[in-house]
């Protein structure tokens, strides 16, 4: 899928609709996010790793809310282990679209599902994805799927959480978002186009600090969850089962 600029909110719009992962931005969807998200490919490479060391024979991967593929093509790369499979799951019919326009099988194959991960069952998993994924759902369901996964995975294995932080101390929570936006703007993107997607991601895009998160998961089950990334307050960690 050929990348095209991200110019959506270049402009001044009179009303700024709720973010959605429409057509308008799968189009642009390779661009905004290498441009927005610091450290993404340098996390994208790092879960083609970890597929690497933690899929097994015979086992599922997951990658939940897959967008465009780029973690199911990093992991596909590194996984050495036979008859082993790829199930990617996004409730975007325009991301699974514009994946499946990207996507020839090879030894591991990737099998597309356009679904509600909430909705879906997790089962004789090695690894789950969860790449800025968890992030948009309701705070009250995250739990839920997490303890879906937990119960899904084999024993050893393992869970990939990417997300957006936030932070308790309030200057460190400030400072984390000025420094992104500064991050933004020296990709490219105006002071106009930070504002208006801030806006367009309220109460869209729920961020939480990694003591949440890693207290969930070790009260779902997880034995350890540990951060193995960060820049700015966009962080990586895995779980282990």
């Given at each position: 899928?050929?990348?095209?600029?991200?110019?959506?909110y270049s402009q001044p719009l009179g009303q700024i609709s709720s973010f959605a992962f429409d057509d308008h931005v799968a189009n642009v969807f390779p661009d905004m996010i290498s441009r927005s998200v610091p450290g993404y490919q340098t996390m994208i490479a790092a879960i083609g790793l970890?597929?690497?060391?933690?899929?097994?024979?015979?086992?599922?991967?997951?990658d939940l809310g897959c967008s465009l593929g780029a973690a199911s093509l990093s992991m596909r790369e590194n996984i050495a282990v036979g008859n082993c499979k790829i199930v990617a799951?996004?409730?975007s019919p325009a991301m699974l679209a514009g994946f499946e326009s990207v996507l020839t099988q090879k030894k591991t194959p990737i099998e597309l599902q356009c679904a509600d991960i909430r909705d879906v069952k997790i089962e004789n998993?090695?690894?789950?994805?969860?790449?800025?994924t968890l992030q948009f759902l309701p705070v009250e369901d995250r739990e839920k799927i997490l303890a879906k996964i937990y119960t899904g995975l084999l024993p050893g294995g393992a869970l990939i959480i990417s997300e957006k932080l936030a932070f308790d101390d309030?200057?460190?929570?400030?400072?984390?978002?000025d420094l992104h936006h500064e991050f933004k703007k020296s990709q490219g993107y105006s002071d106009l186009e930070v504002s208006q997607k801030r806006t367009a991601l309220e109460n869209v895009?729920?961020?939480?600090?990694?003591?949440?998160?890693?207290?969930r998961l070790k009260f779902v089950g997880f034995s350890s969850a540990e951060l193995?990334?960060?820049?700015?307050n966009f962080a990586s960690f895995i779980a282990l089962k």
């Open positions: 899928m050929t990348s095209i600029k991200d110019s959506l970890l597929a690497g060391r933690f899929a097994k024979p015979n086992s599922i991967c997951y799951i996004d409730n998993a090695s690894i789950v994805v969860l790449n800025f309030s200057r460190q929570h400030e400072l984390q978002i895009l729920i961020p939480e600090n990694f003591a949440t998160h890693q207290k193995w990334f960060q820049y700015f």
